[in-house]
């Protein structure tokens, strides 16, 4: 038997009929990644294995320098053939990290690659699988199509013109590709240099010449039209925690214009803007209906030397532990007592605080829309089984995991929609132990029902994509 076969993370017979009958053939709604919009717009062909596959992709990255690799192997020099054949080498040295199976899963399922990588098929794996790159069906769109994604959310600056997307928008892709709201960069006045140079963009961007705090706020909110104009409906924004520090529109003004002189805030002033502008995000996305994501507890560019040399999003940063309920109960209680609360997703990146989680966003369930306020599901280092059934046991225990809008990739990889089926997998074996204990009912209909809309359906009505 192969190691990825049918009843893969099914251990026994409730989960895998939950999982073939109700979980395994539902669509794909992406509703937060990073595929680079020019990718998809160009319907991407990748030239070999490592394009695809390596490039980018920081989990492969420190499970090789783990393994001793030297940097010119990773995201140095070296050709890509030469890369992948390191990677090969490291692959055995994963067993128990999550890398392996992905890469096991995502080789049969792009290629029908069967074989466990390693240094002796190595080269017979490039082969056969650059081999099938080149055909129409592992282009951009051919990937798309053949995962059955019906929508995808891509992650965005303010300060982007969106011409990706209009392409995108005017081509024959039958995927819908919208973008996300990700303005982190607009509470940057601790960085002055780095936070003017955005501001010129933003200026351009929304053809409004910002000259003070007043035409700052309205040039953000010009492109928050503009993107809700082209289909967006969701923000993001990655934070160490919420902001929630007082500051008056007076406060916020004078820190914006020490910025623009470029004399940098102090943490706290930082922290009262930040807070100023989550606020006015906030009120951006209530008035339109949109859907706020909150990714929390992230600590990056812990390497300093490495920072220096590589730049961010290569490979340097772990999970954070600052608290968190203060500031994300006072923010969502201001802007709920103005009844401007958007609807919300809290994901949670340190597992210690996943009953805090779990038991928050009850607080702010608003008997409208059903489950408005989301604990998110595991992201990147959670984004395996243990920490995904981690997850689920929280939000199970403490609100309504049949409300849940299930799985995403947040990746820049088209190589990642396995990650749909990993979850799905893990999913209906969590609720098919609970079904042979006794735990559930021995009702698959009543249950396989429930496990259908976190795959998909109950994304598909949150978010109002009209997909």
């Not at 001793?68 to 390191?86: C, M, N, Q, Y």
Request: some cysteine.
């Amino acid at each position: 038997m192969p190691f990825i076969h049918e009843d893969f993370l099914l251990s026994n017979s409730a989960a895998r009929t939950l999982y073939h009958e109700y979980a395994q053939d539902e669509p794909i709604l992406d509703y937060h990644c990073h595929l680079p919009p020019q990718d998809v717009a160009s319907n991407r062909r990748f030239a070999n294995l490592f394009e695809i596959w390596l490039e980018g992709d920081h989990y492969k990255w420190r499970a090789m320098r783990a393994d001793g690799v030297d940097e010119r192997f990773i995201t140095g020099d070296a050709s890509p053939h030469e890369k992948f054949l390191v990677w090969a080498r490291t692959v055995p040295a994963t067993l128990r990290n999550p890398l392996y199976h992905w890469t096991h899963l995502e080789l049969k399922r792009y290629f029908g690659i069967d074989e466990l990588l390693d240094t002796q098929n190595a080269e017979r794996v490039w082969a056969a699988a650059n081999e099938k790159l080149a055909g129409e069906d592992l282009r951009a769109w051919g990937i798309l199509d053949r995962f059955n994604v019906k929508a995808v959310c891509t992650t965005d600056d303010p300060a982007e013109d969106l011409g990706y997307h209009s392409q995108i928008a005017a081509s024959a892709l039958k995927t819908r590709v919208f973008p996300t709201f990700r303005p982190d960069k607009a509470l940057n006045v601790h960085q002055p240099d780095a936070f003017n140079a955005w501001i010129g963009r933003l200026a351009k961007a929304s053809n409004i010449d910002v000259t003070g705090f007043a035409s700052f706020l309205d040039a953000l909110k010009q492109r928050h039209d503009f993107f809700h104009s082209m289909g967006c409906r969701l923000s993001d924004h990655g934070l160490n925690a919420p902001f929630s520090q007082p500051c008056t529109d007076e406060r916020a003004s004078e820190i914006f214009e020490r910025a623009r002189a470029f004399i940098g805030a102090s943490p706290e002033e930082q922290a009262q803007f930040a807070s100023y502008l989550m606020l006015f995000f906030g009120r951006l996305d209530a008035e339109k209906g949109w859907t706020k994501q909150l990714h929390l507890m992230a600590r990056r560019n812990n390497n300093s030397r490495r920072l220096a040399e590589l730049g961010p999003d290569t490979g340097y940063d772990s999970i954070g532990d600052w608290p968190q309920m203060d500031a994300i109960a006072s923010y969502m209680d201001t802007l709920d007592s103005e009844n401007a609360l958007p609807k919300m997703i809290l994901y949670n990146l340190n597992p210690a605080w996943n009953y805090s989680f779990a038991t928050m966003v009850g607080n702010f369930q608003d008997g409208a829309i059903a489950g408005k306020i989301q604990f998110g599901s595991g992201w990147w280092f959670l984004d395996q089984k243990e920490a995904m059934e981690w997850q689920m046991n929280a939000l199970s225990n403490c609100g309504l995991l049949s409300r849940f809008v299930g799985m995403l990739t947040d990746s820049r990889s088209f190589m990642s929609y396995p990650r749909h089926e990993y979850f799905r997998r893990v999913l209906c074996n969590l609720l098919g132990e609970d079904v042979e204990k006794g735990l559930l009912p021995n009702d698959l209909k009543l249950v396989g029902a429930m496990a259908r809309n976190v795959c998909y359906e109950n994304a598909r009505q949150y978010f109002g994509l009209g997909v």
